[in-house]
């Protein structure tokens, strides 16, 4: 695929769903490009949040197409996850205003966690929906609601795995692909940053460190959205015919309910 107008070769690169390339011009540079990103691109940027964005542009056939520097690094891992730069590029995110009134301006809709829920049953495969422990799973989730307040609604950006983090080779981390981004609770994030990849002997440190109080209520608010989140990987990764993630997740699931149950009981 090219573009003879800025001389521009695009190669696909995998696992992106078909709209995420690396651009190469003649001289040997390189560019990453997506096809329909979010339009707050330049404001993450501004925010040191995300790459900086070098233009956008609509092709003949209407889509939207991004141009991003390419940055020479790699993607977290794991274990990079627990990385106090990850903390921090999450607080700047959530605590960002503008973002916040920049989606709103794009008509954003602030969903509270029912509205989560129904999302969620509403685009999960049928597959998905009908399996007898997600339905548990669900239920559950219905009748334990967190509080939520619309008024401090925060930008998330609802899929912070390790794969869409990258440390470039001077050190500074970017987190990238938007294209999950919405209006709802912090702890869309949070949540999902604690089930999947810090300690729970950590959480504690964490959370002070975040700037979150370590309490009951919110204790409630991880343990539902760390349920939510890992049944939004499941969708994700049963959409992309990944079974084998989709038995982790399901398992990662249940391992999170044993112990948020256990301390529970204690």
Same mark, same amino acid.
């Given at each position: 695929m090219a573009n003879s107008e800025q001389e521009l070769t695009l190669t696909p690169l995998r696992g992106k *769903?078909?709209?995420a390339y690396i651009g190469q011009y003649p001289n040997g540079e390189r560019i990453f490009v997506k096809l329909n990103t979010t339009p707050i691109l330049p404001a993450l940027a501004k925010e040191q949040i995300a790459p900086q964005l070098l233009w956008a542009r609509r092709t003949a056939n209407g889509d939207m197409m991004s141009a991003q520097e390419w940055l020479d690094g790699r993607i977290l891992t794991r274990e990079d996850m627990t990385s106090k730069q990850v903390m921090q590029i999450l607080v700047r995110l959530h605590k960002s205003r503008p973002l916040v009134n920049q989606l709103l301006q794009l008509d954003y809709k602030i969903e509270n966690?029912?509205?989560?829920?129904?999302?969620?049953?509403?685009?999960?495969?049928?597959?998905?929906?009908?399996?007898?422990?997600l339905q548990s799973?669900?239920?559950?989730?219905?009748? *334990?609601?967190?509080?939520?307040? *619309?008024?401090i609604a925060t930008i998330v950006h609802g899929d912070i795995k390790n794969s869409n983090w990258i440390i470039t080779t001077s050190g500074l981390i970017y987190?990238?692909?938007w294209d999950?981004?919405?209006?709802?609770d912090r702890m869309y994030d949070v949540a999902y940053l604690l089930s999947h990849y810090i300690p729970r002997n950590r959480w504690h440190e964490w959370l002070k460190g975040y700037g979150y109080k370590d309490n009951e209520k919110v204790r409630r608010k991880i343990n539902w959205f760390g349920q939510f989140s890992y049944l939004n990987q499941i969708t994700t990764c049963f959409d992309q015919r990944d079974m084998e993630y989709v038995n982790q997740e399901i398992y990662g699931l249940r391992k999170f309910r044993e112990m948020m149950t256990k301390e529970d009981a204690s």
């Amino acid at each position: 695929m090219a573009n003879s107008e800025q001389e521009l070769t695009l190669t696909p690169l995998r696992g992106k *769903s078909g709209k995420a390339y690396i651009g190469q011009y003649p001289n040997g540079e390189r560019i990453f490009v997506k096809l329909n990103t979010t339009p707050i691109l330049p404001a993450l940027a501004k925010e040191q949040i995300a790459p900086q964005l070098l233009w956008a542009r609509r092709t003949a056939n209407g889509d939207m197409m991004s141009a991003q520097e390419w940055l020479d690094g790699r993607i977290l891992t794991r274990e990079d996850m627990t990385s106090k730069q990850v903390m921090q590029i999450l607080v700047r995110l959530h605590k960002s205003r503008p973002l916040v009134n920049q989606l709103l301006q794009l008509d954003y809709k602030i969903e509270n966690p029912y509205d989560l829920l129904v999302s969620w049953e509403k685009n999960a495969a049928l597959q998905i929906r009908e399996n007898t422990y997600l339905q548990s799973v669900v239920k559950d989730l219905r009748r *334990s609601l967190p509080e939520f307040n *619309s008024d401090i609604a925060t930008i998330v950006h609802g899929d912070i795995k390790n794969s869409n983090w990258i440390i470039t080779t001077s050190g500074l981390i970017y987190l990238v692909d938007w294209d999950s981004v919405r209006l709802t609770d912090r702890m869309y994030d949070v949540a999902y940053l604690l089930s999947h990849y810090i300690p729970r002997n950590r959480w504690h440190e964490w959370l002070k460190g975040y700037g979150y109080k370590d309490n009951e209520k919110v204790r409630r608010k991880i343990n539902w959205f760390g349920q939510f989140s890992y049944l939004n990987q499941i969708t994700t990764c049963f959409d992309q015919r990944d079974m084998e993630y989709v038995n982790q997740e399901i398992y990662g699931l249940r391992k999170f309910r044993e112990m948020m149950t256990k301390e529970d009981a204690s």
